[in-house]
C-alpha cells in the first residue's frame, strides 16, 4: 500500500514539478501525496477524517496545524537554508527537518523514510531497535550480498532498515549506485564521534545529516568511505559508540552491520553490541571448524566478548550446492536459511543480478521471517510471538 503524505507549500509553482515527477516514476506505487498552497484549505483537511501517514510542509502551515492540538501523525518542516531529516525542528517539538530544494529523487525519498519509520514502529511490539551484525568466520562467504538482501526484503514489508558496511574496503559499491548529493560521510561523522569524546562536552551531534538513502532497496545507509586509512583507524570504542548512536536514534526497526575480517575491532564491537549475530558459512568441513573455533573463543573469559555471544547466533548457509543433504552441521548447531549458488552471477555485469534473483530473494524472505520475526513480533506473521 502507497504512503499518504499531506504536503503543505506557499507556492504552487513548487508543487507542479514536485507531483508531476512523483507519478512519471517509481515512487509513484510508493507515494501518494495531497498537496495544499493555501493555508485554509490545509488546515480543514486535517481536520477531516481522513488521516495521512506524515505531514511535511513549511514552517508556518506546520505551525498552524499544530496549534489545532490534532498532530497524531509523523511530520516534517521543509528548511530553506539546508536542513535534512533527522534534525529535530527546534522550535517545534517533535518534528524533524526537510531540505525544501533538494533533487527531487532525494526529496521523496526522505517523505518515504518519514512514513516508514512510523509504518515499522507500528508493527513491533519492541520499543528498541534491532541490531543484527552478519559475520563470518573467513572472507569470501558472501556476507554483503546476504546483508543487502536481507535490507531489501525488510524494507519493503514497510519496516524502516539502515545498512551499515564496516568492510575495510566497502564492497557494497559494487551492487548499489551511490546517490548524487554533497552528504557528508561516515569518516567526517567519525571525526565529530571522537572529537566530541576527547572534549567530553554535551553531544549535538545530529546522525541524520550523514544518511543516504538507496531508493531500490528502501535502505538507508552512510556514504561509502573511500579512504581505507579511516577505517584501518576506527577502533573498537568508536564503532561501539556509533552502533549506540544508531539504536539511541530510534529512527529504524533494523540495522543490518555488515562486518569485515572478524578479527578486527570493528567486528568484534558486532560480535558485542548485535542483538543477533548471523554467521555466514559453506557447506563444508573448513568454514564449520573455524566457525565453531570462533565461537569457542567468544566463549572463553579472556575474550573480551560477553558470555552469550552463542546465546544469540544464528546461521546461514551460502553458495548451497546440491550436497547439502549430505551435510549434517555438528551438535547444537541448527542453520536458519541455505541461499543457493546463483549460476547467473557468475556472469561479466552481474551487478545488478545480485538483489535481483527470485530465488535468492525468496531463501532471504525465509531467513529474515526465521531470525527477525522472533525480535519484532507482528511483521511477518501477524501474531504476537510474545503472547
Known amino acids: ?173 559494487l551492487f548499489l549506485r551511490i546517490p548524487a548529493g554533497h552528504t557528508p560521510g561516515l569518516e567526517r561523522l567519525l571525526y565529530e564521534i571522537k572529537a566530541s569524546r576527547d572534549k567530553g562536552e554535551a553531544d ?17 545507509a552512510f556514504r561509502p568511505v573511500i579512504n581505507v586509512k579511516e577505517m584501518l583507524q576506527m577502533t573498537m570504542e568508536d564503532t561501539l559508540d556509533l552502533l549506540e548512536r544508531l539504536v539511541a536514534e530510534r529512527n529504524f526497526d533494523v540495522v543490518i552491520v555488515d562486518t569485515g575480517s572478524i578479527e578486527e575491532e570493528r567486528a568484534k564491537a558486532v560480535l558485542q553490541r548485535s542483538r543477533i549475530l548471523l554467521w555466514v558459512l559453506k557447506n563444508d568441513d573448513v568454514s564449520m571448524y573455524k566457525t565453531m573455533r570462533w565461537l569457542s573463543h567468544c566463549n572463553t573469559p579472556n575474550s573480551g566478548m560477553t558470555p552469550h555471544v552463542m546465546d544469540k547466533s544464528r546461521f546461514v548457509v551460502n553458495f548451497a550446492g546440491n550436497r547439502m543433504e549430505e551435510w549434517v552441521p555438528p551438535e547444537g548447531i541448527s542453520i536458519e536459511g541455505v541461499c543457493p549458488f546463483i549460476q547467473s552471477w557468475t556472469l561479466q555485469h552481474r551487478e545488478e543480478l545480485f538483489l535481483n534473483s527470485p530465488q535468492f530473494q525468496r531463501e532471504i524472505l525465509q531467513l529474515c521471517k526465521r531470525i527477525v520475526e522472533p525480535e519484532l513480533p507482528l511483521v511477518f506473521t501477524g501474531k504476537n510471538l510474545h503472547e
Not at 84 to 99: E, T
Request: charged share 20%.
Open 1 to 173: 500500500m502507497a504512503a499518504r503524505i499531506v504536503l503543505a507549500v506557499r507556492e504552487s509553482q513548487y508543487i507542479e514539478p514536485l507531483l508531476h515527477y512523483l507519478h512519471h516514476s517509481e515512487y509513484g506505487e510508493m507515494l501518494r501525496i495531497t498537496a495544499f498552497s493555501r493555508k485554509d484549505a490545509f488546515i480543514d483537511f486535517m481536520r477531516g477524517e481522513d488521516i495521512p501517514d506524515a505531514v511535511v510542509g513549511d514552517s508556518s502551515f506546520i505551525e498552524a496545524w499544530l496549534i489545532e492540538g490534532k498532530n497524531m501523525v509523523p511530520w516534517a518542516v521543509l528548511s530553506e537554508d539546508g536542513g535534512y531529516l533527522g534534525k529535530s525542528a527546534k522550535s517545534l517539538a517533535g518534528g524533524v527537518m526537510i531540505a525544501k530544494y533538494q533533487a527531487l529523487p532525494s526529496l521523496l525519498g526522505a517523505f518515504l523514510q518519514l512514513c516508514e519509520v512510523q509504518r515499522g514502529r507500528g508493527s513491533s511490539v519492541l520499543d528498541e531497535t534491532l541490531l543484527l551484525g552478519v559475520v563470518s568466520s573467513s572472507g569470501n562467504m558472501g556476507k554483503t550480498t546476504i546483508a543487502l538482501n536481507m535490507a531489501k526484503q525488510l524494507g519493503e514489508m514497510g519496516l524502516s532498515v539502515f545498512y551499515l558496511n564496516l568492510e575495510s574496503v566497502d564492497s557494497s559499491g
Open 204 to 220: 549535538t551531534i545530529e546522525l541524520g545529516q550523514y544518511f543516504i538513502r538507496y531508493d531500490h532497496l528502501r535502505t538507508a
